[in-house]
C-alpha cells in the first residue's frame, strides 16, 4: 500500500490539475464494512456520504460478497455487451420498471449519471425534434458535453465548453428565493419562471427541462411538491419531456418510494439513474416511456458496458436488499430522527442557516449570520475536517461550498445517528470559539 505521501506525489505529478480531494489533509481509504470506512492505519469513521452519495445498501453488504463471488467462482460470463442475451440485465429491466410510476417501461443501462442524462437529452431531443434543453441554475447533471453544458454552476464548466442549445430557469431555492419571497407566502414564481422563460429565451418549444427532485451538488435544495407539480404541466405544454435526475436522490433514499418522482408524483418523462441504484457498480440507467423508447425505433443505440453482467448482478442485489431490509422504511424514520436532531443543533448554533432535505438527504446551510446569509464557506470546510477527526465523515456542496452534505447509508441506525449529532454539535461548539 502506498503512503499518503507517496500518493501525493503521484498525483500531483500524473493527475489531472484540478482541485480534487476532500479535507485539508488528504484521506486514504482502504476498507470498508456497513457504516463504517477504515483508512490505512486502520481508524473507522462513520461514513454519512458514501462516496459522493452512492452507498444505499452499506458497504461491502454480505449479499452483494456472496453474489460478486459466486459469480467468479462459478466462471460466469463477467462481460458481454446487451447484443447478445444474459440475465442479470433482463432480471434487472423488470426489477427497475415495477419501480417505476406507470408509463415509464422501457429501460436503457449506462456506465454512470452523466452517460444516462447525455442518453435522456437525446432521446427526448430525437422524440420532439426540438434542441433545447431547459436545466435549472445550481443544477449539476455530469461531466460530458451535454450534461456540463447543462450545469449551473461555473466552477464545474469548462472555458470555451459550447453550451448550444440549453437555457437556465431560476433555483427553486425557498432559503434564498430569487424572488424574495417566504415559502408560506410565495406564488411558486420559481415554477412560472420556468415558463416565462420558455417565452423570452426560446422559440416557444422545448425538448426537455431537466431537474433533480432534490438538487443535490446544488446544496441538497429540496423545491416543494407543488413545484413539481406545476413545471411538469408547464413543459409539457410547450412540448418538451420532463427528465427527472434521480443519479442522487433515487434507490430509496428520500424514505417514501424506491424513486423520488414517485413520491412526488412528478409528471416525468424520462428518470435518469446511476450511484445508489449500484451501491458503488458503476451502472447507470435511463428509465423511459414506451413513447419516446417507440421514436428511436429504427436507430442504434449502443453502450459496450452498459448491461454489464456484473454491474447488472450487483445493482439487482442492491435492489433486493433495499426492498428485504426495508431500507426506504428506514430511511424515512432515520430521516426524521436526524432532521430532529439537526434542527435542535439550529437553535444552539447560530453557524447554521437552514436544515433541508428529504428522507436520509439532508443539507446543513452554513452562513456567517443568519440575517446577512454571507456564505459561511471556510467554516464547511473546517466542519468536514473536525468532523473527520472524531470520525465521522460527511459531505459539502452549493455554489460556494457553504452546504454540509448528510447522505449516509440507508442502513444507518439510531446510535450512528446520535453519534453523528454529537459529533456536529461539539464541532460547532470548536468552530465558534
Ligand atoms: C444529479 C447528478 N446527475 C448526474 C451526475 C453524473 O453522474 P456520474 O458522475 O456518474 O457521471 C451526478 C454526479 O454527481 C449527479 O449528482
Not at 162 to 172: F, G, I, R
Not at 201 to 229: L, N
Not at 365 to 384: G, I, N, P
Amino acid at each position: 500500500m502506498k503512503s499518503n505521501e507517496e500518493i501525493t506525489r503521484i498525483r500531483l505529478k500524473h493527475f489531472l490539475a484540478t482541485p480534487n480531494h476532500y479535507h485539508k489533509e488528504p484521506l486514504q481509504l482502504v476498507r470498508a464494512q456497513g457504516m463504517y470506512v477504515y483508512d490505512e492505519k486502520g481508524k473507522r469513521y462513520l461514513d454519512c456520504v458514501g462516496g459522493i452519495v452512492c452507498i444505499s445498501a452499506g458497504h461491502n453488504h454480505p449479499r452483494i460478497k456472496k453474489k460478486l463471488m459466486e459469480l467468479l467462482s462459478e466462471d460466469q460470463i463477467q462481460h458481454t455487451s446487451v447484443l447478445y442475451y444474459s440475465s442479470p440485465a433482463a432480471e434487472l429491466a423488470e426489477m427497475i420498471t415495477a419501480e417505476a410510476p406507470k408509463g415509464l417501461d422501457r429501460v436503457a443501462f449506462t456506465n454512470s449519471g452523466s452517460e444516462a442524462n447525455e442518453l435522456a437529452f437525446m432521446a427526448a431531443r430525437h422524440a420532439t425534434g426540438e434542441t433545447i434543453i431547459m436545466n435549472l441554475r445550481h443544477s449539476y447533471h455530469g461531466g460530458t458535453a451535454a450534461a456540463l453544458a447543462n450545469c449551473g454552476h461555473h466552477t464545474w464548466r469548462f472555458r470555451a465548453q459550447p453550451v448550444a442549445s440549453t437555457v437556465s430557469a431560476l433555483e427553486p431555492n425557498c432559503y434564498r428565493c430569487p424572488f424574495g419571497k417566504k415559502p408560506d407566502s410565495c406564488s411558486l414564481e420559481c415554477a412560472k419562471n420556468v415558463e416565462t422563460t420558455i417565452q423570452t429565451a426560446t422559440h416557444g418549444k422545448i425538448a426537455a427541462f431537466i431537474a433533480e427532485p432534490v438538487m443535490g451538488v446544488g446544496g441538497f435544495i429540496a423545491p416543494p411538491k407543488d413545484y413539481f407539480t406545476e413545471v411538469a404541466r408547464i413543459v409539457h405544454n410547450y412540448g418538451g419531456k420532463y427528465i427527472s435526475d434521480e443519479v442522487q436522490t433515487g434507490a430509496g433514499r428520500g424514505g417514501g418510494n424506491f424513486l423520488m418522482t414517485k413520491e412526488l408524483e412528478i409528471d416525468a418523462d424520462e428518470i435518469t439513474m446511476a450511484k445508489g441504484f449500484g451501491n458503488g457498480a458503476a451502472i447507470g440507467a435511463v428509465l423511459m416511456k414506451t413513447e419516446i423508447s417507440e421514436s428511436l425505433r429504427g436507430k442504434m443505440y449502443f453502450n459496450t458496458f452498459g448491461g454489464d453482467p456484473f454491474q447488472t448482478a450487483q445493482s439487482k442485489v442492491t435492489m433486493e436488499i433495499i426492498r428485504d431490509e426495508k431500507l426506504v422504511e428506514n430511511a424515512r424514520a432515520m430521516g426524521k430522527v436526524l432532521m430532529d436532531g439537526l434542527k435542535d443543533l439550529m437553535k444552539k448554533h447560530k453557524l447554521i442557516g437552514d436544515v433541508r432535505g428529504r428522507g436520509l438527504m439532508i443539507g446543513i446551510e452554513l452562513v456567517k449570520d443568519r440575517e446577512s446569509k454571507a456564505y459561511a464557506t471556510d467554516e464547511a470546510a473546517r466542519l468536514m475536517d473536525l468532523c473527520r477527526e472524531k470520525g465521522v465523515l460527511i459531505g459539502k456542496g452549493g455554489l460556494f461550498g457553504n452546504v454540509m452534505r448528510i447522505a449516509p447509508p440507508l442502513t444507518i441506525n439510531r446510535d450512528e445517528i446520535s453519534g453523528l449529532l454529537k459529533t456536529l454539535d461539539e464541532s460547532l461548539d470548536q468552530l465558534s470559539h
